[in-house]
């Protein structure tokens, strides 16, 4: 006799999806062969629900990141990674089976998470470098994590677990993100994206008067909430001497983050609070203080800045190739180096810098 499969973490989740959606068989989409046993997808399975309210729209839900049979992690608290991800996308009238692209795009979510061991918390957001349906010319190209509207956190026989929504958001969206408060601009712009759905043909939400004046406001107010954002530009080469000559240390950036990590100085800096790069095997910190300086000790490397100082690197941080000096934080160069975007075969398809 085959012992009987442990589903209690699974049914935990479409209980709660029955809730709403009573008994509505939703679209699945299973997974043959595991990714721990060399399958292609790491999620166990995703369903698409259609929901009318407010508008129609695809209810997408993961079945993988929590531990949906036996417990398994020492964490007794937590379900797996602690998150299930939704998606709610815009549904035609006549659309019938859901978008191929959300499919995979929540499987992306997933080959991240598990191979990096990163996990999403609401008021996360994460740059796609480009469309997040791939091949359209959709403004959205990045991602924010909200809590799902509709579907609380709840604890499941393997421990509690939350109900993440992805946001699809533009460019301008995402700095306005980075530079004030990721739930501050979706909670503004609810009255424009109810339920937070995401609609391929939108444009900006930074259009709607209402939405950029509170998040100006904000950024004067609050700054910026983004203590910490990671760079795969970042390098650090240490000053060398000689005996006739002494060349300064070297903080390198991408061009495609130089911009942003200016406007986040003067969020953090100017508002008594640090910011700290973490790149490949480097972390540089931002203080502030009095005096402008730097001390480096191996991968860590604090600079502190006063008001001043925050402000003219701010000014000098642009999206373009070149390099700068400072005289207040003497020793150091500032390069900016091209930031070349690749498509998912590798081949670069935009230069910045």
């Known amino acids: 006799m085959s ?60 079945y993988g990141f929590t531990e949906l049979y036996d417990k398994e992690s020492d964490l007794a608290e937590e379900s797996g990674y602690g998150f299930e991800l939704t998606l709610r996308l815009v549904r035609s ?24 061991g990163n996990v999403f918390r ?7 470098n480009g469309p997040i349906c791939l091949g359209s010319d959709t403004q959205l190209t990045a991602l924010a994590f909200v809590c799902d509207p509709e579907l609380p956190a709840m604890d499941t026989p393997n421990g509690r677990m939350v109900f993440l929504q992805m946001v699809g958001i533009t460019g301008d969206e995402l700095e306005a993100m980075q530079t004030w408060n990721t739930l501050g601009l979706l909670k503004a712009g609810l009255n424009h994206i109810p339920h937070y759905i995401t609609d391929l043909t ?37 000053g060398k001497k000689s005996l006739f000559s002494k060349s300064p240390a070297v903080l390198r950036l991408g061009a495609k983050q130089a911009g942003i990590i200016g406007k986040l100085l003067l969020g953090r800096i100017l508002k008594g609070k640090s910011l700290r790069l973490v790149g490949p095997g480097i972390s540089v910190s931002f203080e502030p203080g009095g005096i402008a300086e730097c001390a480096a000790e191996g991968d860590e490397v604090r600079l502190i800045l006063n008001d001043a100082t925050a402000a003219e690197i701010s000014r000098r941080l642009l999206p373009k190739e070149g390099s700068f000096e400072l005289p207040e934080l003497k020793g150091i160069s500032i390069h900016i180096v091209p930031t070349h975007i690749k498509d998912q075969e590798g081949n670069v398809v935009e230069t910045i810098g």
Not at 210 to 236: N, R
């Open 202 to 238: 939108r444009g900006s939400l930074l259009r709607n008067p209402d939405v950029s004046g509170a998040v100006e406001k904000g950024m004067e107010e609050e700054g910026s909430s983004t203590g910490f954002l990671y760079v795969d530009q970042l390098a650090w080469a240490p």
């Open 122 to 128: 609401s008021g996360d957001y994460l740059d796609a």
């Open 3 to 62: 012992e009987e499969i442990n589903t209690s973490g699974w049914d935990a989740i479409g209980q709660q999806l029955a809730k709403i959606y009573g008994d509505q068989e939703p679209k699945h989409y299973g997974t043959l062969l595991s990714y721990a046993l060399g399958g292609q997808d790491p999620l166990d399975g995703i369903s698409a629900y259609k929901s009318e309210t407010p508008v129609p729209h695809w209810h997408f839900v993961t």
């Open 93 to 116: 009238p006549d659309e019938e089976e859901p978008p191929a692209w959300a499919l995979n795009l929540l499987q992306n979510m997933g080959r991240y998470v598990f191979n990096s």
